[in-house]
């Protein structure tokens, strides 16, 4: 079956940086292409960080600069590189493949809706 799991969420200082690793397997990475949502108690469910199978990325404004995402040299692990770290980035994160990168809702994430990874916390202190 498919699976993604999901290392490397934690705590950390405010203008310190994390990695999160989300390793798929049962597909392709990169035939799907990735995503990278978070969730925080109260906020929307925000993607923040798009990549396709081309390796072409994108960002919101709010992470813009800061969050780097890139497939490993393997294709089957992406990885979602954050640094300069404030307490507004303190969610739960969640990795996604094939139509969940697509995904629009108030709430991440949905399993009806292609892959999610388990969501890993990260949490920012000031």
């Known amino acids: 079956g498919v699976q993604l799991v999901e290392t490397g969420g934690g705590s950390v200082q405010a203008g310190g940086s994390l990695t999160l690793s989300c390793t798929g397997s049962?597909?392709?990475?990169?035939?799907?292409?990735a995503g990278w949502y978070r969730q925080a108690p109260g906020n929307e469910c925000e993607l923040v960080a798009s990549l396709s199978d081309d390796g072409s990325t994108d960002y919101p404004d709010s992470v813009k600069g800061r969050f780097t995402v890139f497939y490993g040299n393997a294709k089957n692990t992406v990885y979602l590189q954050m640094n300069s770290l404030t307490p507004e980035d303190t969610a739960v994160y969640y990795c996604?493949?094939?139509?969940?990168?697509?995904?629009?809702?108030?709430?991440?994430?949905?399993?009806?809706?292609?892959?999610w990874g388990q969501g890993t916390q990260v949490t920012v202190s000031s």
């Open positions: 049962g597909f392709s990475f990169s035939e799907s292409g």
């Open positions: 996604a493949a094939e139509e969940a990168r697509y995904y629009s809702d108030h709430t991440c994430p949905d399993p009806d809706f292609g892959y």
